[in-house]
T-cell receptor, first 114, second 111 residues
Framework: DAGVIQSPRHEVTEMGQEVTLRCKPI?????LFWYRQTMMRGLELLIY????????DSGMPEDRFSAKMPNASFSTLKIQPSEPRDSAVYFC????????????FGPGTRLTVT | RKEVEQDPGPFNVPEGATVAFNCTYS??????FFWYRQDCRKEPKLLMS???SGNEDGRFTAQLNRASQYISLLIRDSKLSDSATYLC????????????FGKGTKLSVKP
């Protein structure tokens, strides 16, 4: 079975550009999470969805970040406009239940903003 | 106080050694506890859940002390392939709370 799929795997963009990261969760998983990982701050939760509905977006750094989940098999994380401090690895994860369950991570998108 | 604290390491140990990692968490309402493993430039993967009674999976033993809000991971007879970063993870209280990840402890097993 396919795991969590993320695209692109690498993204290099210039400051001010719009960046869209994509995620396809594992089929049947009701929860989807977006994380950001940096050396300084570790792995941080940005937002998570349950049955396509955003439950907690308190980790979204600012209005430049937005996330959507139009259906059970697709989610996007958009940064507009991007800044160099947004450079990080962005992971998407899914789980069939609540947070007592194992989260399955995608391979991540390595974003570099110059 | 940080929500989940770990010694960042690195722990450099020879093959066959026993190594222990510790983790403390701040939210006394946390109910679920895990250790994840993350290889260099890869995604985190679940290593094992941590139960109140303690649990063992082969060479790995995890323990939880709720009173002290402390979690441990013991690796016996370490292998070269155990080299990775180990992330301590707790949920943020309640069954629907989000997970809080520690920054990880880096382990390097040398021949």
């Amino acid at each position: 079975d396919a795991g969590v799929i993320q695209s692109p795997r690498h993204e290099v963009t210039e400051m001010g550009q719009e960046v869209t990261l994509r995620c396809k969760p594992i089929s049947g998983h009701d929860y989807l999470f977006w994380y950001r990982q940096t050396m300084m701050r570790g792995l941080e939760l940005l937002i998570y969805f349950n049955n396509n509905v955003p439950i907690d977006d308190s980790g979204m750094p600012e209005d430049r970040f937005s996330a959507k989940m139009p259906n059970a098999s697709f989610s996007t994380l958009k940064i507009q406009p991007s800044e160099p401090r947004d450079s990080a690895v962005y992971f998407c994860a899914s789980t069939p239940g609540g947070t007592g369950y194992e989260q399955y991570f995608g391979p991540g998108t390595r974003l570099t903003v110059t | 106080r940080k929500e989940v604290e770990q010694d960042p390491g690195p722990f450099n140990v020879p093959e066959g050694a026993t190594v222990a990692f510790n983790c403390t968490y701040s939210n006394s309402a946390s109910q679920s506890f895990f250790w994840y493993r993350q290889d260099c430039r890869k995604e985190p993967k679940l290593l094992m859940s941590v139960y109140s009674s303690g649990n063992e999976d082969g060479r790995f033993t995890a323990q939880l002390n709720r009173a002290s809000q402390y979690i441990s991971l013991l690796i016996r007879d370490s292998k070269l392939s155990d080299s990775a970063t180990y992330l301590c993870v707790v949920n943020n209280g309640g069954s629907q709370g989000n997970l809080i990840f520690g920054k990880g402890t880096k382990l390097s097993v040398k021949p």
